[in-house]
């Protein structure tokens, strides 16, 4: 069965650092491969998506991830945090059995003044 | 387009009281997601629906959870009894194709 590990549930960075939240997956075949992000009090909304096209991927936000395959990773970066970007972030692959996602504990990321 | 819709946002019950939760999916998705989210346990698919028929019923906790979906635009999980443990928060997401799900706000339940 798919799996997806997010490395450290808390990241702190400061303001106008970069940001890197890394993500492995287990699979054989390149799943498809998401990021959401969830705000406090709200649901989770789509960062940006990994569908076999270009191994960068650029979301929303400043946010973009690049897909490794020969590391299984698919890490989310972003060049210059914002206090805005506090917030927890899930990584989560496509089940290789079709039809649902498999998502990662989460990373909380907080941005320092 | 208004988004997924569920209602209430907000439920304190008692211990034993039925809940329902209830989700309207995007117009035009054809599957649904049930979610669970805590502190210790994170995010669990709790079940899912494909043109409305249950495909994967595996994270429903215990016989007290039960989920339906008699149409294309309305979905309920219901949990009966409801206990202590059953406090989190419930997601409802809907789908065109897996490749994107778009989620609701959330239910927020407390059961004293």
């Known amino acids: 069965a798919q799996s997806v590990t997010q490395l450290g549930s808390h990241v702190s960075v400061s303001e106008g650092a970069l940001v890197l939240l890394r993500c492995n997956y287990s699979s054989s075949v390149p799943p498809y491969l998401f990021w959401y992000v969830q705000y406090p009090n709200q649901g989770l909304q789509l960062l940006l998506k990994?569908?076999?096209?270009?191994?960068l991927v650029k979301g929303i936000n400043g946010f973009e991830a690049e897909f490794k395959k020969s590391e299984t990773s698919f890490h989310l970066t972003k060049p210059s945090a914002h206090m805005s970007d506090a917030a927890e972030y899930f990584c989560?692959?496509?089940?290789?059995?079709?039809?649902?996602?498999?998502f990662g504990q989460g990373t909380e990321l907080s941005v320092k003044p | 387009d208004a988004g997924v819709i569920q209602s209430p946002r907000h439920e304190v019950t008692e211990m034993g009281q039925e809940v329902t939760l209830r989700c309207k999916p995007i117009s035009g998705h054809n599957s649904l997601f049930w979610y669970r989210q805590t502190m210790m346990r994170g995010l669990e698919l709790l079940i899912y629906f494909n043109n409305n028929v249950p495909i994967d019923d595996s994270g429903m906790p215990e016989d007290r959870f039960s989920a339906k979906m008699p149409n294309a635009s309305f979905s309920t999980l219901k949990i009966q009894p409801s206990e202590p443990r059953d406090s989190a928060v419930y997601f409802c997401?809907?789908?065109?194709?897996?490749?994107?799900?778009?989620f609701g706000p959330g239910t927020r339940l407390t059961v004293l």
């Open positions: 990994y569908t076999s096209a270009a191994t």
């Open positions: 989560a692959v496509e089940d290789n059995q079709g039809g649902k996602l498999i």
């Open positions: 997401a809907s789908s065109f194709t897996v490749v994107e799900q778009f």
